[in-house]
């Protein structure tokens, strides 16, 4: 039998043929963010005093049962809190960070979403210091040239996605920004136009530049309640 040239786990036809666009990964994370929510928020610790972790790693499970019962329309695999690491000179290792949600196919640059809870003592300049740094600096998707920040409003934040907007404005030049049609905020969308809130391009000095959709999903007060997604 003949082989087929071309479809080894590092061949960059896997990325041409397999890999969905961005905004069906985001599109797809918030419909199953909605579910996961609906479902549970009303079993055990409510979800408005869950921290970030729990989140995200309960939100990973969900999406990993969805995946192995064939419900997941594309193919890869989600992973929640991934440590990444630096080698150190005496051989150990040093972590540099953990990527909250992050989605893997053979062959193709990880696409990795970076969550911050925002409210009740968590607060929004995090979002960007903490958060969209990461992938400026080159710890978080070295190799893509996409990526996706995610803010979970708590119930009653004094900060929200405007407060988010307005550290961005005055970080531009920490993070690299780089203006598209005379824009640091790139709205609409463009990676994410029906989920995301806005784009930010940014300009890294050992990588590509990279692409940030932006997603703000407030938690539900109460179980009963609809999620909601801005």
């Known amino acids: 039998m003949m082989q087929l040239a071309g479809l080894g786990a590092n061949s960059d036809w896997t990325y041409l043929v397999r890999r969905p666009p961005a905004s069906e990964i985001l599109s797809y994370l918030v ?16 979800f408005a005093s869950r921290d970030e972790p729990a989140l995200t790693e309960g939100l990973a499970a969900y999406l990993d049962a969805q995946q192995q019962e064939g419900k997941q329309p ?47 003592g968590r607060p929004a300049k995090a979002y960007v210091t903490d958060g969209m740094i990461r992938f400026v600096d080159g710890r978080y998707g070295p190799r893509s040239a996409e990526g996706a920040m995610w803010a979970f409003l708590r119930p009653g934040s004094t900060e929200t996605a405007t407060h988010v907007e307005a550290i961005i404005d005055s970080h531009v030049e920490p993070l690299k920004c780089k203006a598209e049609n005379g824009m640091h905020r790139i709205a609409p969308s463009t990676l994410a136009p029906t989920t995301a809130s806005f784009d930010s391009l940014h300009l890294r000095t050992q990588s590509a530049p990279i692409r940030l959709a932006h997603i703000f999903v407030s938690i539900s007060p109460h179980p009963t309640s609809s999620p909601e997604t801005i």
Not at 31 to 45: D, H, N, V
Not at 77 to 82: G, K, T
Request: hydrophobic letters at 35%.
């Open 74 to 120: 594309f193919h890869g695999e989600f992973f929640a809190e991934l440590k990444r690491y630096d080698l150190r000179p005496d051989g150990k290792r040093s972590i540099i960070g953990r990527s909250d949600i992050e989605w893997r196919l053979s062959g193709s640059p990880n696409f990795i979403v970076e969550c911050k809870v925002i409210g009740n």
């Open 31 to 46: 419909a199953k963010w909605q579910e996961y929510e609906a479902l549970y928020s009303g079993i055990g610790e409510p």
